[in-house]
């Protein structure tokens, strides 16, 4: 069982940033993907990024590509995500997901456990 805790979110101005973390429970986290997914008002859930276990593999959404950065610190049991040249288009609610079997690190249905979310709005 892993527990997530997300923190980070906030009220920030288009063009700024803000890091997102996500501290994890357990032992066995440095063994388990971990990814970034956010769901604004009405629309669904859709992927930001994504992190293998030992950081080798990252991937992103492309709407995000060149302005988010996902990383990890396994010494530490989190996951990060850095968000530069935040537009409006970014308000939503960020959840992070884990799991150590992830066939398709974009696809939230392979993830097991989810975050509560944390809050990211970006006024124009």
């Known amino acids: 069982q892993v527990q997530l805790v997300e923190s980070g979110g906030g009220l920030v101005q288009a063009g700024g940033s803000l890091r997102l973390s996500c501290a994890a429970s357990?032992?066995?986290?440095?063994?388990?993907?971990m990814g970034w997914f956010r769901q604004a008002p009405g629309k669904e859930r859709e992927f930001v990024a994504a992190?293998?276990?030992?950081?080798?593999?990252?991937y992103y959404a492309d709407s995000v590509k060149g302005r988010f950065t996902i990383s990890r610190d396994n010494a530490k049991n989190t996951v990060y995500l850095q968000m530069n040249s935040l537009a409006p288009e970014d308000t939503a609610v960020y959840y992070c997901?884990?799991?150590?079997?992830?066939?398709?690190?974009?696809?939230?249905?392979?993830?097991?456990?989810w975050g509560q979310g944390t809050q990211v709005t970006v006024s124009s």
């Open positions: 997901a884990a799991d150590n079997a992830v066939s398709d690190y974009r696809d939230g249905r392979y993830y097991r456990y």
């Open positions: 357990g032992r066995t986290f440095s063994s388990y993907a």
């Open positions: 992190i293998s276990w030992s950081g080798g593999f990252i």
